[in-house]
């Protein structure tokens, strides 16, 4: 299985915010974020 790093994720949460991409897709994102006890700044 492969695994999105967490500098990727955190980039990929910041530019579906700016796009307005689908909220749901955007949760997703951020409840990874949580999961992995990063901080978005």
Do not use: C, P, W
Not at 1 to 27: C, P, R, W
Not at 30 to 36: A, G, V
């Amino acid at each position: 299985m492969h695994y999105i790093n967490d500098k990727l994720l955190i980039e990929s949460y910041k530019t579906a915010v700016k796009l307005k991409l689908n909220k749901g897709f955007i949760q997703i994102l951020l409840s990874e974020i949580k999961r992995r006890k990063l901080k978005v700044s």
